[in-house]
């Protein structure tokens, strides 16, 4: 059963990273250089797509799955 609190966790987790980085694109702020990283749009999408649909499964893991 923990397992399953351990996934609600992270899906938010997850959430967050993908609603900021659309945020990101969505106020049209992109390039920009963090910490000496540039934060192009190819990396953003990525950095929105592939949290995103972790979130999608954590979510499905965590709350529907069937025991």
Do not use: R
Request: proline share 4%; with cysteine; charged share 15%.
């Amino acid at each position: 059963m923990w397992k399953k609190e351990i996934a609600k966790f992270f899906a938010g987790l997850t959430a967050w990273e993908a609603v900021v980085h659309s945020s990101l694109a969505a106020c049209d702020m992109l390039p920009f250089t963090w910490c000496k990283f540039n934060i192009t749009n190819t990396i953003n999408s990525i950095q929105t797509i592939i949290p995103g649909t972790v979130s999608l499964f954590l979510i499905w893991y965590g709350w529907f799955k069937k025991p």
